[in-house]
């Protein structure tokens, strides 16, 4: 299993940033999820959002109705639309992923056994 985050960089507050993960293995089948967590520095890992392959999304409140997640199963590619972003979300950005995982727990960091790099965001005042 791998995962591979992509397109991270520095955006002023308001702008729009998009990060994507492209994921390959056996796991990944019909019941994968796909989670985005980030962490900044000094501050433990938190997550951002989720997506199964059946259709369903999960955001943290924190980003809800700012970033938008999306799922294209058939080219193995999670991405995070990220809009209005505010210094609060800098952090390095992680892709995680698991099968078979509940929704209720998908922001728990612990579900998750694949993970990719980081890829930095950087969103400047």
């Known amino acids: 299993v791998q995962l591979q985050a992509s397109g991270g960089g520095v955006v002023q507050a308001g702008g729009s940033l998009t990060v994507s993960c492209a994921f390959s293995?056996?796991?990944?089948?019909?019941?994968?999820?796909v989670g985005w967590f980030r962490q900044a520095p000094g501050k433990e890992r938190e997550f951002v959002a989720s997506?199964?392959?059946?259709?369903?999304?999960r955001y943290a409140e924190s980003v809800k109705g700012r970033f938008t997640i999306s799922m294209n199963y058939d080219e193995k590619r999670v991405s995070l639309q990220m809009n209005s972003l505010k210094p609060e979300d800098t952090a390095d950005y992680y892709c995680a992923a698991e099968s078979g995982l509940a929704y209720d727990v998908a922001d728990d960091p612990g579900q998750y056994r694949y993970w990719g790099q980081g890829t930095q965001v950087t969103v400047s005042s």
């Open positions: 293995g056996r796991t990944f089948n019909a019941y994968a999820v």
């Open positions: 997506a199964w392959s059946g259709g369903i999304v």
